[in-house]
């Protein structure tokens, strides 16, 4: 189980190195000057909309690796801690129960300024 979470963490930061290096290499839509003040080529919010390139196909893939292996990881992780829960376990044994005043002590002041 060890070496599965091994390897999922490798794919994980490796996908995680990929969404950065490749959002990076990217050209912004909007990062010329006259693309901010109406000059873009079409009437759309975001400028004009092409079919994707290879890099944001690759960084989309990425992020679904990266999604799906945070997820398995979050899975794996909390595997053998089902039983540890305050209302699933069974108690065993009760606490000890001491009166107040059965060992005839007297209870301690107040310490609390008046």
Not at 40 to 45: E, H, R, T, V
Not at 48 to 57: K, L
Request: hydrophobic share 45%; proline share 4%.
């Amino acid at each position: 189980m060890e070496i599965l979470k091994t390897l999922i963490w490798v794919l994980n930061v490796v996908s995680a190195v990929a969404i950065i290096v490749l959002v990076l290499m990217q050209h912004g839509k909007g990062a010329d000057a006259g693309a901010a003040f109406g000059g873009g080529s079409s009437g759309s919010l975001f400028g004009a909309t092409g079919s994707a390139n290879f890099m944001s196909r690759f960084t989309a893939v990425s992020a679904v690796v990266f999604f799906s292996t945070c997820l398995g990881l979050a899975y794996l992780s909390s595997g053998g801690k089902r039983e540890l829960g305050v209302m699933e376990g069974q108690v065993n044994s009760a606490a000890p129960q001491v009166p107040g005043g059965a060992s005839g002590e007297k209870a301690p002041a107040s310490t609390i300024p008046e």
